[in-house]
């Protein structure tokens, strides 16, 4: 008897604890007044800009050819997680997001929701995008239409349990997930604040540049301090001021490494990073200078300890 | 008495074999690190910090030539794992990893006529450097 009072009581705070789980968690679209701006139709030629910066190339194109505006998806994305299958963005109206509206797109980059009110896993990286302008998602949406229609839904994605149930994404973004909007900070020039939109809202630097906890979270005291590659092999640098990062490098070489890959030393960025600069090569010198300044602005961080190389 | 001379034989040649692989990462990358000191000197030039040095120019082509002869050698099959930055793809794809190789040659021998001063550098140059980046992307990365 007392068991079965017990196992109820257990029962009853376990479902209390789901459903203030379900409800403090729930996916929430954006308000309508904050949708108002996306009334006016987006300028498809600045939104281009935003599509540049902002990176999109480097998970959605089709891979294994050369064409960044062929959208059909496919990339594989490894992580501690599963694998993620990045999903087709063409203007394909079945396949891809061709009959989305702006707000559609506005509610996934900046809510991490889809119009099915589902939460989206954080590889996509909007826990970045949402730091970004409304107006400019309006002017991408404009320019996304523009793009060829590519056939084809690409497949589910590969993850373990438990991170195959999408309503714990709401967890995660209530741990880690923060809107606060990057204002003008009026102490720094206009060109480091353009830079610092570029880095923090758009380019998404830090989701690859910082390390990360058990749960996937950027480990806050660190972002930009570099740490282990999340896709599995290698080593991502710092990029901060301290000795073990770009201490040595200046605005030019870090502009130089944005345009063209190479470094200082006479290397060339491979990898993930190479991806990067085939969008950060397309902006104008201006913003990736902008970029520069922000980032040799970065206070010296230590990064986590590298593990030593194998010998062999 | 056999049995140590068995043993020692079986150390050796194990022994090598471990060399072997060890000293095709060290020279691919000593060749590498070569390569990447000439280009070095070279970006300065490019970036204005440095006078103009045809010298400087002919030297990072001419390391650019002798790597595309030696490093499609340099990649054994037991070289995958070690102290490398090569990405497993350099064996999944060999045949594209080594045309890579061959354009970087190509391309540094046409430049070596090409390019006789600062004006002919700034023009024909900047290219070059897309077959050092555009092979990094697919099959290197930093560890």
């Keep these: 008897m007392r068991m079965v009072k017990w196992s109820a009581a257990f029962v009853l705070v376990i479902a209390i604890g789901l459903a203030a789980f379900v409800l403090i968690t729930a996916p929430r679209a954006l308000s309508d007044q904050r949708l108002t701006v996306l009334k006016t139709p987006g300028n498809a030629q600045r939104g281009e800009g935003i599509f540049n910066a902002g990176g999109c190339a480097s998970c959605h194109a089709t891979p294994e050819q050369e064409d960044r505006t062929v959208l059909g998806g496919g990339l594989e994305l490894a992580s501690a997680f599963g694998t993620f299958v990045v999903p087709n963005i063409s203007s394909h109206p079945q396949d891809g997001i061709g009959l989305w509206q702006a707000r559609d797109l506005a509610n996934a980059m900046l809510e991490g929701v889809s119009p099915r009110s589902e939460h989206y896993y954080p590889a996509f990286p909007y826990a970045a995008y949402t730091h970004a302008k409304i107006e400019d998602i309006a002017d991408l949406m404009a320019y996304l239409r523009t793009l060829p229609a590519v056939e084809g839904k690409t497949v589910s994605h590969r993850l373990s349990f438990p991170f195959n149930i999408r309503v714990l994404i709401g967890g995660w973004k209530f741990l880690f997930f923060n809107r606060t909007p990057v204002q003008d900070d009026p102490t720094h020039s206009a060109q480091w604040n353009r830079g610092r939109y570029l880095v923090e809202a758009l380019g998404h630097c830090a989701e690859c540049h910082s390390p990360r906890n058990a749960l996937g979270g950027i480990i806050a005291a660190q972002r930009f301090a570099g740490g282990p590659d999340p896709e599995g092999k290698g080593w991502v640098p710092n990029l901060t001021q301290h000795e073990k990062g770009l201490k040595d490098w200046s605005i030019a070489d870090i502009e130089d490494v944005l345009a063209s890959g190479s470094t200082p030393e006479g290397d060339y960025v491979g990898g993930s990073m190479a991806k990067v600069v085939r969008n950060s090569a397309q902006l104008s010198k201006e913003d990736r200078e902008a970029m520069a300044d922000y980032i040799k602005s970065l206070a010296p961080i230590e990064g986590p300890v590298r593990p030593p190389r194998p010998a062999f | ?143």
């Design chain 2, 1 to 143: 008495m056999i049995r140590p001379i068995f043993t020692l034989l079986f150390l050796l040649t194990g022994f090598s074999l471990a060399q072997a692989q060890t000293d095709a990462i060290a020279q691919r990358r000593a060749i590498m690190k070569g390569v990447g000191q000439a280009n070095a000197d070279v970006g300065k030039i490019a970036k204005g910090e440095a006078p103009f040095d045809l010298a400087k120019v002919k030297a990072l082509l001419s390391a650019s030539q002798e790597a595309s002869a030696k490093m499609p050698g340099l990649f054994p099959d037991n070289s995958k794992t070690g102290d490398t930055a090569a990405l497993p793809k350099v064996w999944q794809t060999k045949a594209d990893f080594d045309a890579r190789w061959k354009k970087l040659g190509e391309d540094a021998a046409a430049l070596q006529i090409a390019i006789t001063d600062q004006a002919s550098f700034k023009a024909k140059m900047s290219d070059f450097g897309k077959n050092c980046g555009g092979c990094h992307e697919g099959y290197r990365q930093k560890n």
